[in-house]
């Protein structure tokens, strides 16, 4: 029991992102094994926002995930900080630009990840909000393999 107190033995459950697997996941659950080698790790993809019940429901104890919103009982921390992305067809008007700034992208139809009723998609409406534009979602994915069907049907 004492083991188990002191982190030694025992259990650690991790919800994460698909993303953590390519950038923050594998330097820590490497440290971690070599700091706790008796420790079971237990890990579940899921989205940021799938997290909050998975937390309430005492199913992890940690999670990872992206522009989490403040939950009761919980700390956050950032692990990273990403610049924001568009990806342009060859053909697309502002293909030839460095920089885009997010009110130019307002009539471009978006493809945005993950499908999910309370996905973070309120931060990249925001973004739109700092001048008068709303963004044209196009289509919603619910899985990353699928970004390049849903180009070839933009």
Same mark, same amino acid.
């Given at each position: 029991m ?7 033995r025992g259990w650690l459950? &991790?919800?994460?992102?698909?993303? $953590?697997?390519?950038?923050?996941l594998?330097p820590?659950? +490497? $440290?971690?094994h070599a700091a706790y080698? +008796?420790?079971e790790? +237990?890990?579940? %993809?899921?989205?940021t926002? %799938?997290?909050a019940?998975?937390?309430?429901d005492?199913? &992890?104890h &940690? =999670? &990872? =995930?992206?522009?989490?919103?403040p939950?009761?009982g919980?700390?956050?921390r950032?692990?990273?900080h990403?610049?924001?992305m $568009?990806?342009?067809a ?6 030839a630009?460095?920089q ?5 992208l307002? !009539?471009?139809?978006l493809i945005v990840?993950?499908k999910h009723?309370?996905?973070q998609?309120?931060?990249?409406t925001?973004?739109?909000r700092?001048?008068? $534009?709303?963004?044209?979602?196009h !289509? ?13 049907? !933009?």
């Amino acid at each position: 029991m004492r083991a188990i107190d002191a982190g030694m033995r025992g259990w650690l459950s &991790i919800g994460f992102t698909r993303s $953590a697997m390519y950038s923050v996941l594998p330097p820590a659950l +490497k $440290a971690f094994h070599a700091a706790y080698p +008796k420790v079971e790790l +237990k890990l579940f %993809e899921m989205l940021t926002e %799938e997290q909050a019940d998975a937390f309430r429901d005492a199913r &992890i104890h &940690i =999670g &990872i =995930g992206r522009q989490a919103p403040p939950w009761p009982g919980c700390t956050t921390r950032p692990l990273l900080h990403e610049r924001v992305m $568009a990806v342009l067809a060859l053909d697309h008007p502002l293909n030839a630009q460095t920089q885009v700034r997010v009110d130019e992208l307002a !009539a471009s139809p978006l493809i945005v990840y993950p499908k999910h009723p309370a996905a973070q998609i309120t931060s990249l409406t925001a973004s739109f909000r700092t001048g008068d $534009a709303s963004p044209h979602l196009h !289509a919603f994915l619910d899985c990353l393999p699928r970004a390049g069907d849903a180009l070839h049907s !933009a």
